[in-house]
């Protein structure tokens, strides 16, 4: 199955044309180990699709990314690069700052030119169908989602931008029913269903690439 869409050509390592060209981080919140194949963890689903698709190199821990996994075209190209938060989702926050500093660190060193950088969050989302994507901005309400509330408290004078992923959710709002179905693990059609959406956030990175920097 292909997840690359045919209207993606240039690859999005290689960004459009802009005086200076974008920068992104694109970050994924989740939980680690046993719950990595989890609804609650769709956001480090998609980014190791999304790499398989952009054909990076396999994800590396890197120490001065907040200890997360980072894949990046290298060779000099500052166009994307993929993190996944190594943390617990409800205490992503400090982490999901520490690797950007570390990026806007990583930039180009004469200031005057820099690129311009650019965060962006891909996570879960409740209220919305399985693998729907929809894009927002960082201050919107995270909606009792722990993840975004721990970025919010390290960050709330960044704007960014954040790329919900839809994970449905059970009939019944009851707490622990909710926290049972996001922490089990993912059916293969659930699963096929997320990486599917790999595609389109493809596609809203090159959008997002294009407005910010053209």
Sequence with gaps: MTFTSSNLSPPLTTLPSMSPPMRLLVCSIGNPGAYLNTLHSAGHTILTRLAQSLSYPPFERSRSHANGLLSSPGGGDHGVTLW???????????????????????????????????????????????????????????????GLKSIREQMRALDYTRIAVGIGRPSSRDPDVVAAYVLRKMTPAERLKIEGAAARVEVELRRLAEDLGG
């Design 84 to 146: 996944q938060s190594p943390t617990l989702m409800n205490v992503s926050g400090p982490a999901v700052a520490a690797a950007w500093r570390q990026f806007l660190r990583d930039g180009p060193g004469d200031t005057s030119s820099s690129p311009p950088a650019r965060l962006v969050v891909v996570h879960d989302e409740l209220e919305s169908a399985l693998g729907d994507v929809r894009i927002k901005r960082g201050d919107a309400s995270p909606k009792g989602h722990n």
